[in-house]
Each structure stands twice: as C-alpha cells, then as structure tokens.
C-alpha cells in the first residue's frame, strides 16, 4: 500500500483525463478476466498490476505516513542494542 510508481511508469497527473481514467479501469478489468480465464483452465494466474496511475502530493504524504508509521512500528519491535553486546 505505501509503494508508489516510479520514474517513467507514472503518467502525468496534466494528462490524465477522464478518459484515461475510464481506460485505465478497463485495462485493469481486462487483466483480472485474463486471470480469471487461466484459472479456470487450471493454470495458475499470474498477478495483474494495476495500470498507473498519476501520483498526487496526497499519495505521497500517505505514502511518507505509512512508511513513518511503520519505522515507528521496527523501532519499538526491534529496540537498538544499547548495552553494545
């Protein structure tokens, strides 16, 4: 949940239109049929990635959160060794 895209596979948050929206969702839509075909035909479908979307200053504030949150998390888990044992 806090992985954001990266470089190049992040579309454009000033191209990202309505349309794009709708065929972003279709593509994804798309991916789970093909999955759901493969399943039952007995294959083992492989995991459909979500098709980009922009990542907005909110996204990234989430993002900084949970990663904050989950350090926290490590720190209090894994207190570091202060007797230097």
């Known amino acids: 949940m806090g992985d954001l895209p990266k470089g190049s596979d992040v579309p454009p948050l000033t191209e990202w239109t309505p349309e794009v929206q709708a065929l972003a969702m279709v593509v994804d839509r798309l991916a789970e049929v093909a999955n759901?075909?493969?399943?039952?035909?007995?294959?083992?479908p492989?995991?459909?990635?979500?098709?980009?979307?922009?990542?907005?200053?909110?996204?990234?504030?989430?993002?900084?959160?949970?990663r904050e949150a989950t350090d926290d998390m490590v720190a209090q888990l894994f207190p570091a060794n202060s007797e230097g044992a």
């Open 36 to 44: 759901a075909v493969v399943a039952g035909a007995g294959g083992k």
């Open 46 to 66: 492989s995991r459909a990635r979500p098709y980009p979307r922009p990542v907005t200053a909110f996204d990234r504030a989430r993002a900084k959160r949970i």
